[in-house]
């Protein structure tokens, strides 16, 4: 009796270990990705404001993207944990100001947060869970503020065509870390300036050296669009 009850112990803790191993995902570092909403708007997709308006002229959040140091990402790491808009409540006014849904059709922010926590924010979950995941987010662009970094080097979004080198130092200066930038084009073919990203330490809270840069794909000389 004594030895059976021992084994369904060991099995027990075998049981729990396992279940903990496939939560728990490991990860080296954040990609926080930020987007210039000129350049998702302009492009042959378009888009569609959220329902609550046009957003602001500032470099919306599109997400905060666990990674590995080898390049590679986990994406959708736990099926059984869903968005649940009741344990954001009360940073969605935050969330609709910084972190703005453009796609289409017109949603009030939801779809696109559901999107970026199961996609991502899931991979994540050992280290910060649903509350934490959109708080880190809001806090970061609340540390970085990459559209007065960029207008103190003097590059606006006027439409104008500035070199990437003076984009990529104007942020190494403004921020202390080297940036990720990544280009789209417009409906003219121009590469623009898209998404910046900024690598983040797993805590979710300090910026840090890129372990490894994303691939950006823009010209020599970007556009910033006008938004
Ligand atoms: P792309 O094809 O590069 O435009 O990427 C399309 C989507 O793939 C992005 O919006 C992300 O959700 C995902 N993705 C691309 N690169 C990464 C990355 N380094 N980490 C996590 N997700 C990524
Ligand atoms: P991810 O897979 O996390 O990058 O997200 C890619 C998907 O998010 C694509 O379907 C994009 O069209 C969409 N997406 C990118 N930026 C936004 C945005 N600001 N609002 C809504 N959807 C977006």
């Not at 970085?144 to 990529?168: H, M, Q, R, T």
């Not at 990544?182 to 805590?203: F, P």
């Amino acid at each position: 009796m004594r030895y059976n009850s021992s084994i369904l112990i060991i099995k027990l803790l075998v049981l729990h270990y396992l279940s903990v191993l496939c939560v728990s995902q490991d990860f080296d570092f954040f990609y926080f990705v930020q987007q210039w909403p000129g350049a998702y708007c302009d492009t042959k997709h378009s888009c569609c404001y959220p329902k609550t308006g046009k957003p602001a002229a500032d470099f919306g959040i599109h997400g905060l993207w666990p990674n590995y140091k080898d390049g590679s990402w986990p994406s959708n790491c736990d099926p059984d944990s869903v968005f649940s808009v009741q344990e954001i409540s009360d940073l969605i006014g935050r969330l609709q100001k910084s972190w703005p849904s453009l796609s289409c059709p017109s949603s009030n922010g939801n779809r696109f947060w559901s999107h970026e926590w199961e996609k991502h924010g899931t991979c994540s979950e050992s280290e910060l869970d649903q509350h934490d995941y959109f708080e880190a987010g809001l806090k970061l662009k609340e540390k970085v503020n990459l559209l007065s970094i960029l207008k103190n080097a003097g590059i606006e979004p006027d439409d104008g065509f500035y070199s990437l080198d003076s984009i990529e130092e104007a942020i190494k200066e403004g921020v202390g870390h080297a940036a990720g930038i990544e280009c789209n084009k417009d409906s003219a073919g121009n590469s623009q300036l898209y998404q910046v990203y900024l690598c983040v330490d797993t805590s979710g809270s300090d910026i840090i050296e890129c372990p490894k840069l994303p691939r950006g794909r823009c010209a020599s000389n970007v556009q910033f669009a006008k938004f």
